[in-house]
């Protein structure tokens, strides 16, 4: 069992920045990828950006150029880095990770982490 801690959300104004962090009680490096996902009430879930565990990085097309994700392996942390933040980034967002073991994938999920961005 994989137990996530998200952290960092808030409020800040249009083209403010802010950190999401999403701690893991496990070496990250022995899960097979991390992920965060935003949702806004109503709508779909939304993969916002990714990380294996080898390094490989995706984005949505809606926050490329501006959301880094990234990792600390001592820390057993991913980071969410994001910049030039839009209202409509307004979300909770969460951290998933994934382990694939044989006989099936395993999934963890973090409690979430509000973030506002008013106009």
């Not at 998200?6 to 701690?23: H, I, M, N, Y």
């Not at 984005?59 to 030039?84: C, E, H, P, W």
């Amino acid at each position: 069992q994989v137990q996530l801690v998200d952290s960092g959300g808030g409020k800040v104004q249009t083209g403010g920045s802010l950190r999401l962090s999403c701690a893991a009680s496990a070496s990250i490096l022995s899960l097979n990828g991390i992920n965060w996902y935003r949702q806004v009430p109503g709508k779909n879930r939304e993969l916002v950006a990714g990380i294996t565990s080898g390094g490989s990085t995706n984005y949505a097309d809606s926050v490329k150029g501006r959301f880094t994700i990234s990792r600390d392996n001592a820390k057993n942390t991913v980071y969410l880095q994001m910049n030039s933040l839009k209202p409509e980034d307004t979300a909770v967002y969460t951290c998933n990770a994934h382990l694939v073991r044989i006989g099936g994938t395993y999934y963890y999920w973090g409690q979430g982490t509000q973030v506002t961005v008013s106009s």
